[in-house]
């Protein structure tokens, strides 16, 4: 079973012994019907410019530095990239870290201001396929208060376009400039070749900002692009709280399908404090799911020490308040146990079992997607 961030650990947490009762024991109604929801979900995220926008969200930036090289420096510290089975919560603690260095909470106002160079603004970005990098060309279309992106399909190995030049083009993505000193925004829209279907519509709003804090709003929506799409809405916000010594990312959005009676919310927070060679890093998570008067949930926390490597951590599950499972997590740089404690003995038939995979194969989509496609705001607010 997928945990909610999607991957190998959720499937050992609800593989190994888990149970349908609890306290007030409750499971899903209908399992085979809240694992189609969740599959229907996930398809939102299936179109081709919304897969190639999340593989090269690190490497749309309109400036000199990119954030690819601090994810590459997020990454190579990070314990939790040793175990497979701890990857899905590696790659959330790495994006919180370019958040982290692109959203400084010293940024100033005024500097935001400024959220594309001169030289660039109006200007189309193309792939160089020789470079492996975004560069600027004599193309037109590009909106005249921002930049474009043109976006290619994807190797599913390298996850970067597919060559050779000049690849296969699947869309664009547009990051246009409509806020001000106070108040610096950034618009961004992804669309197919041509400009037909508009995937993507939001804004990132940068609100507030201190010597200790910086605060971030977006909304807008995801669609499919097909002849009867489905639309995910979202609304949320991104802290970062830093000091000398420690730096927490707190993530809180909410997403709505509009044709499936489907509410989510999202909250997650990262924390960074300086520890020996590296940093003791803390994830706390909360996930919920409602459908059909239905809500499935799942909260836990996650701590590693880079510099020993060490890795320990719970998860707990639960539907309409009914605890599913308690799991334990204890780990080294090379090895970890993984035990679960059920609410009773009874074990999960085989459609309890796809629905707790559906839901954290969804909730994977959707954490992935959205800090791929939100990537490339943060980016110009940041640089």
């Known amino acids: 079973m997928r945990l909610f961030f999607g991957g ?26 809240t694992a189609a929801e969740l599959a229907a979900l996930g398809t939102v995220f299936n179109a081709a410019p919304l897969q190639s926008l999340s593989s090269v969200s690190a490497e749309i930036s309109p400036s000199a530095s990119a954030p690819m090289s601090a994810l590459a420096l997020a990454a190579s510290a990070n314990p939790l990239h040793h175990s497979t089975r701890l990857e899905p919560y590696a790659r959330r603690i790495d994006a919180a870290r370019v958040f982290t260095t692109l959203l400084k909470p010293e940024m100033s106002a005024t500097a935001a201001a400024a959220l594309f160079p001169p030289a660039f603004v109006g200007k189309t970005f193309e792939w160089d396929f020789a470079l492996q990098q975004y560069d600027t060309t004599a193309r037109t279309g590009a909106p005249s208060d921002g930049v474009r992106f043109i976006l290619y399909a994807i190797d599913p190995l390298t996850e970067m376009p597919v060559g ?38 939001y804004t990132v709003t940068l609100t507030s900002q201190s010597a200790s804090q910086v605060k971030i709003n977006t909304a807008g929506y995801i669609t499919n692009g097909a002849d009867s799409p489905d639309s995910l809405r979202f609304n949320g916000a991104i802290t970062v709280n830093g000091s000398a010594t420690s730096v927490s990312v707190t993530e809180d959005v909410s997403f709505d399908v509009n044709s499936h009676e489907v509410h989510v919310r999202n909250w997650q927070r990262v924390t960074l404090t ?7 890093i803390s994830l706390r998570l909360s996930f919920r799911f409602e459908h059909a008067g239905e809500v499935v949930t799942l909260e836990g926390n996650l701590n590693a020490d880079e510099t020993t490597g060490d890795v320990s951590g719970t998860v707990t599950s639960k539907v309409d308040g009914g605890l599913y499972a308690t799991c334990s997590l204890t780990g080294t740089s090379n090895s970890f146990t993984l035990t679960c404690q059920g609410a009773d003995a009874d074990g999960l038939n085989a459609d309890d079992n796809a629905t707790l995979d559906a839901l954290g194969d969804a909730a994977g989509n959707v954490s992935t997607m959205f800090e791929g496609i939100l990537g490339p705001a943060i980016g110009v607010l940041g640089a």
């Open 274 to 280: 300086q520890s020996g060679n590296g940093f003791a």
């Open 8 to 33: 190998a650990l959720a499937l050992a947490i609800v593989s190994v012994a888990c149970s349908d009762n609890a306290v007030a024991p409750k499971s899903p109604a209908d399992p085979q019907a």
């Open 164 to 201: 050779p030049a000049p690849g296969t083009e699947v869309g664009y993505v547009d990051l246009k400039d409509e806020g001000n000193a106070s108040q610096p925004k950034v618009h961004v829209i992804v669309a197919g070749v041509g400009g037909a279907p508009v995937y993507v519509d």
